[in-house]
């Protein structure tokens, strides 16, 4: 029975729990989100959290305690470089862990254990809420000052396409007087055509 044992050895000796952990802790920050069992991803956290802690403040000393739990110099400098200055505001709880279900084989329960701040999912919803409320809002208009300026706005487009109308006719009006009008034949130009049908009928 586990009466109040509140590390879990992951069925594994000292050093190879150490390494095991290590080995975790540097995917971790390379890789910013790995996928593992819920057990290992317990024991995870309480590993490289105080790791992360430990990174806020840049100096020797920091560096070197990190190394000695990591082994890696590249993971030390991405950690203190790259991770280090988006954690730096937040006062502890930099890990999530999210359950994906169950192992096929062996059923274990497995999860995703990501650092915080570089979700890009979670991140841009929190950089969208930047507006501010204020209980001072502007001058409320009332129903009567609304009804008021809507008839003003209807009467003043009515008029207005009263005049393009009447502008409209005027215009077709203007038109049709300056057309010409279709002569009428003269009377000498009458008289010449019955001549020459007389003509034609003595002829015949």
């Known amino acids: 029975m586990r009466h109040g044992k509140k590390v879990n050895h992951l069925s594994r000796k000292k050093g190879h729990r150490r390494n095991l952990l290590s080995n975790m802790a540097c995917s971790l920050i390379e890789h910013k989100s790995i996928n593992t069992t819920l057990a290992k ?10 790791l992360l802690t430990k990174s806020k403040t840049d100096s020797t000393h920091s560096r070197r305690t990190v190394f000695s739990y990591l082994q890696d110099k590249d993971v030390v400098t991405e950690l203190f470089r790259d991770v280090a200055p988006k954690i730096a505001t937040r006062n502890g709880g930099y890990t999530r862990i999210i359950r994906t279900g169950y192992r096929l084989g062996d059923n274990a329960e497995m999860c995703l254990i990501e650092l915080v701040d570089f979700n890009e999912v979670y991140t841009k919803e929190d950089s969208t809420k930047t507006t501010r409320r204020s209980r001072r809002g502007g001058k409320k208009t009332t129903n009567a000052e609304t009804s008021i300026e809507e008839a003003v706005v209807e009467t003043e487009t009515v008029e207005a396409n009263e005049e393009t109308v009447v502008e409209a006719t005027e215009e077709t009006a203007v038109e049709t007087k300056e057309e010409p009008t279709a002569e009428a034949p003269s009377k000498e130009e009458s008289k010449d055509e019955d001549n ?5 009928k003595k002829e015949a």
Not at 41 to 50: F, G, I, T
Request: avoid cysteine; proline fraction near 7%; hydrophobic fraction near 35%.
């Open 196 to 200: 020459s049908s007389e003509d034609d």
């Open 41 to 50: 991803a317990k024991a995870l956290r309480v590993y490289v959290e105080p």
